[in-house]
Antibody, heavy 122, light 111 residues
Framework: EVQLVESGGGLVQPGRSLRLSCTAS????????MNWFRQAPGKGLEWLGF??????????EYGASVKGRFTISRDDSESIASLQMKNLKTEDTAVYYC?????????????WGQGTMVTVSS | QSALTQPASVSGSPGQSITMSCTGT?????????VSWYQQYPGKAPKLMIY???KRPPGISDRFSGSSSGNTASLTISGLQAEDEADYYC???????????FGGGTKLTVL
Protein backbone atom coordinates (compact mmCIF):
# COMPACT_ATOMS: atom_id res chain seq x y z
CA GLU A 1 0.00 0.00 0.00
CA VAL A 2 1.24 3.46 -0.91
CA GLN A 3 1.25 5.57 2.21
CA LEU A 4 2.93 8.13 4.42
CA VAL A 5 2.80 7.90 8.19
CA GLU A 6 3.81 10.78 10.43
CA SER A 7 4.90 10.21 14.01
CA GLY A 8 6.64 11.94 16.88
CA GLY A 9 4.07 14.54 17.86
CA GLY A 10 3.03 15.29 21.39
CA LEU A 11 3.03 17.88 24.15
CA VAL A 12 6.22 19.92 24.47
CA GLN A 13 7.15 22.97 26.50
CA PRO A 14 8.01 26.28 24.84
CA GLY A 15 11.67 26.54 23.98
CA ARG A 16 12.15 22.79 23.71
CA SER A 17 12.82 20.70 20.61
CA LEU A 18 10.93 17.92 18.89
CA ARG A 19 11.63 15.64 15.96
CA LEU A 20 8.89 14.39 13.67
CA SER A 21 9.21 11.48 11.27
CA CYS A 22 7.43 10.64 8.05
CA THR A 23 7.73 7.00 7.07
CA ALA A 24 6.95 6.15 3.47
CA SER A 25 5.97 2.85 1.92
CA UNK A 26 4.75 1.54 -1.39
CA UNK A 27 6.69 3.88 -3.68
CA UNK A 28 10.28 4.75 -4.59
CA UNK A 29 10.89 7.25 -1.81
CA UNK A 30 14.32 8.35 -3.00
CA UNK A 31 12.89 9.76 -6.23
CA UNK A 32 10.54 12.21 -4.54
CA UNK A 33 10.86 15.66 -3.08
CA MET A 34 9.45 15.48 0.45
CA ASN A 35 7.52 18.34 1.96
CA TRP A 36 6.30 19.28 5.42
CA PHE A 37 3.17 21.28 6.17
CA ARG A 38 1.22 22.24 9.23
CA GLN A 39 -2.29 23.31 10.11
CA ALA A 40 -2.95 25.18 13.32
CA PRO A 41 -6.29 24.45 15.01
CA GLY A 42 -9.08 25.98 12.95
CA LYS A 43 -6.63 27.51 10.50
CA GLY A 44 -5.43 26.86 6.97
CA LEU A 45 -2.53 24.93 5.53
CA GLU A 46 1.01 26.27 5.73
CA TRP A 47 3.95 24.92 3.76
CA LEU A 48 7.04 24.58 5.95
CA GLY A 49 9.66 23.34 3.55
CA PHE A 50 10.96 20.53 1.42
CA UNK A 51 14.01 18.43 0.78
CA UNK A 52 14.87 17.54 -2.78
CA UNK A 53 15.81 14.09 -3.92
CA UNK A 54 19.48 13.19 -4.11
CA UNK A 55 19.18 13.45 -7.89
CA UNK A 56 18.63 17.16 -7.36
CA UNK A 57 21.27 17.49 -4.69
CA UNK A 58 19.18 16.73 -1.64
CA UNK A 59 19.01 20.46 -0.92
CA UNK A 60 16.39 22.03 1.31
CA GLU A 61 14.16 25.06 1.21
CA TYR A 62 12.06 26.52 4.02
CA GLY A 63 9.18 28.83 4.58
CA ALA A 64 9.96 32.17 6.15
CA SER A 65 8.13 31.43 9.39
CA VAL A 66 10.32 28.45 10.29
CA LYS A 67 13.62 29.14 8.54
CA GLY A 68 16.45 28.83 11.02
CA ARG A 69 14.40 26.89 13.60
CA PHE A 70 13.23 23.88 11.61
CA THR A 71 15.43 21.44 9.70
CA ILE A 72 14.30 18.81 7.21
CA SER A 73 16.33 15.70 6.53
CA ARG A 74 15.85 12.39 4.78
CA ASP A 75 17.08 8.83 5.04
CA ASP A 76 16.47 7.14 1.71
CA SER A 77 17.66 3.77 3.04
CA GLU A 78 14.81 3.82 5.57
CA SER A 79 12.32 5.82 3.46
CA ILE A 80 11.98 8.38 6.22
CA ALA A 81 11.77 12.15 6.07
CA SER A 82 12.27 14.04 9.30
CA LEU A 83 11.42 17.47 10.63
CA GLN A 84 13.61 18.69 13.50
CA MET A 85 11.98 21.57 15.32
CA LYS A 86 13.84 23.66 17.89
CA ASN A 87 12.99 26.57 20.14
CA LEU A 88 9.32 25.74 19.82
CA LYS A 89 6.76 28.45 20.39
CA THR A 90 3.10 28.23 21.33
CA GLU A 91 2.22 29.33 17.80
CA ASP A 92 3.85 26.14 16.47
CA THR A 93 0.91 24.20 17.87
CA ALA A 94 -0.58 22.42 14.87
CA VAL A 95 -1.15 19.18 13.04
CA TYR A 96 1.97 18.46 11.01
CA TYR A 97 1.73 16.65 7.69
CA CYS A 98 4.26 15.34 5.21
CA UNK A 99 3.66 14.93 1.50
CA UNK A 100 5.52 14.24 -1.70
CA UNK A 101 5.91 15.83 -5.08
CA UNK A 102 8.51 16.16 -7.80
CA UNK A 103 7.88 13.04 -9.85
CA UNK A 104 4.30 12.80 -11.07
CA UNK A 105 3.45 16.34 -9.98
CA UNK A 106 5.27 19.63 -9.55
CA UNK A 107 4.12 21.68 -6.57
CA UNK A 108 1.07 19.47 -6.19
CA UNK A 109 0.84 17.01 -3.37
CA UNK A 110 -0.95 13.79 -4.16
CA UNK A 111 -0.35 11.82 -1.02
CA TRP A 112 -0.55 12.93 2.57
CA GLY A 113 -0.06 11.22 5.88
CA GLN A 114 -2.68 11.30 8.59
CA GLY A 115 -0.81 14.03 10.41
CA THR A 116 0.72 14.22 13.86
CA MET A 117 -0.38 16.74 16.47
CA VAL A 118 2.17 18.96 18.15
CA THR A 119 1.06 20.97 21.17
CA VAL A 120 3.45 23.57 22.54
CA SER A 121 2.39 24.56 26.02
CA SER A 122 3.81 24.99 29.48
CA GLN B 1 -2.74 36.24 6.66
CA SER B 2 -2.49 33.84 3.73
CA ALA B 3 -0.62 34.72 0.58
CA LEU B 4 -3.52 33.68 -1.66
CA THR B 5 -6.99 35.09 -1.06
CA GLN B 6 -10.00 32.81 -1.01
CA PRO B 7 -13.57 33.60 0.02
CA ALA B 8 -14.28 32.31 3.49
CA SER B 9 -17.39 30.48 2.37
CA VAL B 10 -19.50 29.54 -0.61
CA SER B 11 -22.72 27.58 -0.76
CA GLY B 12 -24.96 25.90 -3.25
CA SER B 13 -27.82 23.49 -3.55
CA PRO B 14 -27.49 19.89 -4.71
CA GLY B 15 -27.20 19.69 -8.47
CA GLN B 16 -26.07 23.27 -8.85
CA SER B 17 -22.62 24.48 -9.85
CA ILE B 18 -20.40 26.67 -7.73
CA THR B 19 -17.15 28.44 -8.45
CA MET B 20 -14.66 29.55 -5.85
CA SER B 21 -11.79 31.90 -6.48
CA CYS B 22 -8.17 32.07 -5.44
CA THR B 23 -6.49 35.41 -5.96
CA GLY B 24 -2.75 35.76 -5.90
CA THR B 25 -0.23 38.05 -7.51
CA UNK B 26 2.08 38.20 -10.49
CA UNK B 27 4.65 36.48 -8.28
CA UNK B 28 2.64 33.29 -7.92
CA UNK B 29 -0.69 32.50 -9.61
CA UNK B 30 -0.07 35.00 -12.37
CA UNK B 31 3.36 33.69 -13.30
CA UNK B 32 3.19 29.94 -12.99
CA UNK B 33 0.72 27.34 -14.20
CA UNK B 34 1.23 25.46 -10.95
CA VAL B 35 -1.96 26.04 -9.03
CA SER B 36 -3.39 23.08 -7.18
CA TRP B 37 -6.60 22.59 -5.21
CA TYR B 38 -7.23 20.44 -2.17
CA GLN B 39 -10.37 19.14 -0.52
CA GLN B 40 -10.24 18.63 3.22
CA TYR B 41 -12.83 17.14 5.52
CA PRO B 42 -12.69 17.98 9.25
CA GLY B 43 -9.98 16.03 10.98
CA LYS B 44 -8.71 14.52 7.74
CA ALA B 45 -5.71 15.09 5.51
CA PRO B 46 -6.05 17.22 2.37
CA LYS B 47 -6.78 15.51 -0.93
CA LEU B 48 -5.43 16.70 -4.26
CA MET B 49 -8.30 17.58 -6.61
CA ILE B 50 -6.67 19.71 -9.32
CA TYR B 51 -3.06 20.29 -10.34
CA UNK B 52 -1.38 22.53 -12.89
CA UNK B 53 -4.41 24.74 -12.81
CA UNK B 54 -6.85 22.47 -14.61
CA LYS B 55 -5.72 18.84 -14.57
CA ARG B 56 -7.39 16.15 -12.53
CA PRO B 57 -5.44 13.33 -10.86
CA PRO B 58 -6.66 9.81 -11.49
CA GLY B 59 -9.87 9.03 -9.67
CA ILE B 60 -11.07 12.62 -9.30
CA SER B 61 -14.56 13.21 -10.64
CA ASP B 62 -14.91 15.34 -13.76
CA ARG B 63 -17.41 17.41 -11.77
CA PHE B 64 -14.32 19.20 -10.49
CA SER B 65 -12.61 21.59 -12.88
CA GLY B 66 -10.02 24.30 -12.57
CA SER B 67 -9.13 27.39 -14.54
CA SER B 68 -6.99 30.44 -14.27
CA SER B 69 -6.94 33.97 -15.62
CA GLY B 70 -4.33 36.51 -14.73
CA ASN B 71 -3.67 36.43 -11.00
CA THR B 72 -6.86 34.50 -10.17
CA ALA B 73 -7.46 30.78 -10.25
CA SER B 74 -10.87 29.20 -9.90
CA LEU B 75 -12.31 25.85 -8.90
CA THR B 76 -15.71 24.89 -10.24
CA ILE B 77 -17.75 22.02 -8.89
CA SER B 78 -20.71 21.03 -11.02
CA GLY B 79 -23.62 18.82 -10.05
CA LEU B 80 -23.06 19.65 -6.39
CA GLN B 81 -23.43 16.71 -4.02
CA ALA B 82 -23.72 16.54 -0.25
CA GLU B 83 -20.34 14.81 -0.07
CA ASP B 84 -18.69 17.87 -1.63
CA GLU B 85 -19.23 19.80 1.60
CA ALA B 86 -15.69 20.40 2.84
CA ASP B 87 -12.94 22.97 3.04
CA TYR B 88 -11.08 23.74 -0.18
CA TYR B 89 -7.58 25.17 -0.37
CA CYS B 90 -5.69 26.56 -3.32
CA UNK B 91 -1.94 26.41 -3.57
CA UNK B 92 0.58 27.88 -5.96
CA UNK B 93 4.25 27.78 -6.74
CA UNK B 94 5.66 31.20 -5.92
CA UNK B 95 9.17 31.23 -7.30
CA UNK B 96 12.57 30.39 -5.89
CA UNK B 97 12.38 32.54 -2.79
CA UNK B 98 8.94 31.71 -1.39
CA UNK B 99 8.33 28.41 -3.23
CA UNK B 100 4.85 27.39 -2.04
CA UNK B 101 1.90 29.49 -0.89
CA PHE B 102 -1.62 28.56 0.16
CA GLY B 103 -4.92 30.30 0.33
CA GLY B 104 -6.77 30.58 3.61
CA GLY B 105 -9.39 28.09 2.49
CA THR B 106 -13.04 28.21 1.48
CA LYS B 107 -15.74 26.34 3.35
CA LEU B 108 -18.25 24.88 0.93
CA THR B 109 -21.73 24.31 2.30
CA VAL B 110 -24.20 22.19 0.37
CA LEU B 111 -27.62 23.50 1.31
Amino acid sequence: EVQLVESGGGLVQPGRSLRLSCTASGFTFRDYRMNWFRQAPGKGLEWLGFIRSKTYGGTKEYGASVKGRFTISRDDSESIASLQMKNLKTEDTAVYYCSRDGVDYDTAFDMWGQGTMVTVSS
Amino acid sequence: QSALTQPASVSGSPGQSITMSCTGTSSDVGSYNLVSWYQQYPGKAPKLMIYEGSKRPPGISDRFSGSSSGNTASLTISGLQAEDEADYYCCSYAGTRTFVVFGGGTKLTVL
